[in-house]
C-alpha cells in the first residue's frame, strides 16, 4: 500500500480521540520497513496528531507554522523539523499551495541507519538518544534555509515511496544512507545556533503565547490585546512577529481564522455564517473573497467538494501521478 493512498484512507476511516488523531507507523507501511515518507495533502486542513514514530518535516514552497505540544515553531523553506514519538503537532502552510514533505523514521531504525551521527556530541546525536524519554526533547528545529544542502533528497524519498512497484530493499538502503549524508552536511555547515528545540526559552517560548492566545480568541483577537496578554506594546509585538515569522499580524491571524473556517465546514454541521461569525468576519462578502482566494473555492463549495471526495473510490495509483503532475489538488 503506498503511503499517499494509506494516510487518506487512515484519515478517513479513524475517529480522533479527544480530537487527536493517533498514528501507528503499522498502518502506513509493514512492520519490515524502517522508513517510510509522504506529503501533507495539498488545501487539507491541519489535524492535530501523534505518531509512533519520528518526524522529519520539510517545509517546501511556502513558510510553515508548527505547533509541537503547544509550542510554535516557524519553518522558513527548506527549514527542517525532527519530531519526537507521541508529541502532539500540527501543521499550518501560510499559502494554499505550500506542500509540507514528510519522512517518518522508526526510532528503532536510527543506531543502524545513522551510526555516524551518534558517534559524537551534537544536536542530533541528543535529539535521537532522548526523544523517547519521558522529559526529552520534543522537536529539533534546523534552520536550513540559510544553508546549501541537498534539498533535492526528501522529495526524491517521498516521489520513491510513493511510487514504488515493488519495494527495493538496496535502494532504501541507499535513500537512508543518503538522508545520513545529508544531515552530516547540515552538522558540518550549521552553527550550533542555528538549532533550537524546546528546551530553548525566550523566542520559542514567546511565538507559543502569541498562538497560544490567538487560538483561544480567534474571532475577536486584536493586535492590541494580544499584546497586552503578553504585556508588550502593540508596536513591538507588530516587529516582533514580522520578524520572526515574515508575516504581520494581520496577515497571520487571517491564515489562522481561515484554516479554522475550513475545519469546521469539513467536520461540522454549522451554516457558513455561523463558521463566519466564529472565525472573526462580519462582512459575508469579504469572507468570501478571502476563502476563496485561500482555498480556490467558496466556503459552500469547499464543503460540497469535501463531501463527494470522501464517497468517491479511493483513486489508483496513476490518478493520483496525473492529478500531482497536473497541480491539481489530491
Partial sequence: MHIIQSN??????????????????????????RMDAFPSV???????????????????DSPVACVVEGKYVYLDINDLLLVSPYALHEAHTFFPEGTILNVVLRPSMIK??????????????YFFLHCMEKNGPLYL?????????????IPAIVDYCIYEKKPDKNRLLSLEASLEAMLLDILFLLPDTEFSSHT????????????GYLQRHLSDATLSSTANELGWNASHLSRYLKAQTGRSFTEFTRVLRLDEAASLLLHTDLSIDEIMLRTGYTGRTHFYSLFTDRFRNSPGEYRRLASVSAQ??????STLRTKIESGEKL
Fill in 200 to 211: 530553548n526559552t525566550g523566542e520559542g517560548d514567546s511565538l507559543s503565547r502569541i498562538f
Fill in 8 to 33: 487518506k484512507e487512515v484519515f478517513a476511516t479513524m475517529e480522533p480521540i479527544n480530537n487527536v488523531f493517533i498514528l501507528n507507523i503499522d498502518d502506513f507501511i509493514g512492520p519490515d520497513r
Fill in 112 to 125: 543502524n541507519a545513522f551510526p555516524r551521527i551518534l558517534e559524537n556530541d551534537n544536536p542530533m546525536r
Fill in 42 to 60: 495539498r488545501y487539507d486542513i491541519p489535524r492535530t496528531y501523534r505518531s509512533d514514530s519520528i518526524m522529519l518535516s520539510c517545509a517546501v
Fill in 312 to 317: 468517491a473510490p479511493h483513486p489508483d495509483e
Fill in 141 to 153: 528545529h534546523l534552520k536550513t534555509s540559510q544553508i546549501t544542502y541537498d534539498t533535492a533528497l
